[in-house]
Structures are given as structure tokens and as C-alpha cells.
């Protein structure tokens, strides 16, 4: 059956790789997010599928709300509702601005509470249907100079975990938590920052389209939490078992691993306003295979026809 699955956040990053990844389905997208110029490019990308662009900002009154009306006007029905938007912000607390503090709580947490609220009341009222909200691994532990966003994956959590316990006389509907590592996408480029260096993800550093492939996956084998990165399951446990040897190493690693030596002023990334430039599905963290096996099949088609030449 071909599904209607609604995207907010699809212009970037895993909302891109997943709007892709339906489009494949033969799922029919009501695509949402900012910028009206890369929700066209996603939308040609996902050519094959019937496809319904919606610029939307989450955080906006009402603009959830005109979202799901949209995506009934036109399919009469939603089956799938999948929320990725989100923005980052780094910098020590103290220093980070409060407008931006709040701005990313607003979009990371208040946001998705809002799509749940509507997603949830137009499944009740159908009777069946599929929530999939983006976590973190930064939901179950914390990382320093990220406070904003790690309270509001925490507060997520928390939301995702009370609502599924809540649903548990609607067993049509599902409500899925996927909570990915460090992922390669753009948002660390993309994020404000006060604190003097830019973000980078932290190895190991997983694809975009394999957290893609897990919320696609949730829709026919809904579950209630997907963890996505080899070492997800060993930060939770060090954090818990071991919090002061946790608390002494973040730091320094995360100084290390997390920040790239690049310094930068002082600014609100894509916070407040998209920047339609820095929108892709990868954020140039992982080598592209794809790409790179192309540039290496001409000179190994080379070499290996001369070495048969060679060798008669």
C-alpha cells in the first residue's frame, strides 16, 4: 500500500535521506521545512514519487496545524507522520545567548511536541497511524557546550517514553523514537555558535541514509526505540555506570573530537533563518563511497588493463 508520510525537517540532512528514501517506496511525501527553493530541489530528487511541498516553520503558530490540513487536502489521509527538524547551537551555557537557548528548545523539543499533538489527534481520530520522532544518543547522555540541544533530546525522551505509555490501549498507533550517534549532515556547519571553533560529529560517524533506513524500517516494524551507532549502547553505559569517569573524559574528548582547530566568530547559524546553501543530505564528514569508488574505477579500469596487456 502506498503510504502518505509527512516530513518536517526534509530539506537536510536525515529528513532529506528519508523523504528520498519513501520516495523509493512509491510513498506519497508532503514534504515541510523552511526553504521553498531546496524543498523544489528535494522534491525533484523525489521525482518518481507523488509529492506535495509545504514550506512550513515548525515553530511558528498554527503552522503545524496548516501542515496536516495541507497534506489531507491533498491525500485525504495521513499514515506516517515523521518529524526531523531540528537546529544546534554551541557554546557554554552562561554564554549562550537566551534567545537562542530558546529558539532551539522551541524547534528541538516544543516543536516536535506540537507535531506529535497534531499527528496524534488526526491517528485517534482514524484510528491508526505512525509517529517517528528523532532523538539522540545526547538523550540519554551530555555533552558539554551543547546544552540547548541536549535538553531538549532529554526532554524528548522523556515526551516520547509518557505518549507511548499513553497509547498502549491504541495498539494502530505507534509512536517510534529513533535516536542516532553522530551522524554525517550538515547541522554541525549549520549550527549557531558562541563558542569559538566550529562543531564537527565525533567518530565513529554513521550516514545519513542509515538512519534513514531505520525510520523507514520503523513503519513496517514499528518500535518503541531504535538506537543508530556502534557506540551508543557504550556511552549510555559509561554515563550511567560510571559518571564520574564519564564527566572526566567528555570533556577533553569531546574538545578533541567534537570541535574541529577552525575558528569562528561569533553567530546564529540557521537558528532563527535556513540557509539554503548549506542544505544537503551529507555534511562532508564521511567520505562519499559512491563518489569515490566513480573517481577510482578509471584509473583501476587503467592499471588493470595494462597489467593484462603485460602479462599477454
Known sequence: MNRVVVIAGATSGVGRATARAFAERGDRLVLAARAPQTLAEVRAECADADVLTVPTDVTEPGALEALADAAIGRFGRIDVWVHTAAVMAYGRFDELPERVFDQVVRTDLLAAAGAARVALRHFRATGAGTLILTG?????????????????????????????????????????????????????????????????????????????????????????????????????????????????????????????????????????????????????????????????????????????????
Open 136 to 312: 539522540s544518543v545526547l538523550g540519554h547522555i551530555t555533552a558539554p557546550y551543547m546544552s540547548a540541544y541536549v535538553a531538549s533530546k532529554w526532554g524528548l525522551q522523556g515526551l516520547a517514553r509518557t505518549v507511548q505509555q499513553e497509547l498502549r490501549d491504541t495498539p494502530e498507533i505507534r509512536l517510534c523514537l529513533v535516536n542516532p550517534g553522530s551522524v554525517d549532515t550538515p547541522v554541525y556547519q549549520q549550527a549557531a555558535n558562541y563558542l569559538g571553533r566550529i562543531g564537527r560529529p565525533p567518530p565513529p560517524v554513521s550516514g545519513p541514509q542509515r538512519v534513514a533506513r531505520a525510520i523507514v524500517d520503523c513503519v513496517d516494524r514499528p518500535r518503541r526505540e531504535v538506537s543508530v551507532g556502534r557506540l551508543n549502547v557504550v556511552m549510555r553505559a559509561g554515563f550511567t555506570v560510571v559518571p564520574g569517569v564519564y564527566d572526566v573524559l567528555v570533556g577533553p574528548l569531546m574538545r578533541l573530537a567534537g570541535l574541529s582547530g577552525r575558528p569562528i566568530a561569533a553567530h546564529d547559524g540557521t537558528v532563527f533563518t535556513p540557509n539554503p546553501a548549506g542544505e544537503a543530505v551529507r555534511g562532508g564528514h564521511l567520505p562519499d563511497l559512491r563518489q569515490l569508488a566513480r573517481q577510482l574505477s578509471g584509473p583501476a579500469w587503467t592499471v588493470g588493463a595494462a597489467l593484462r596487456r603485460r602479462l599477454g
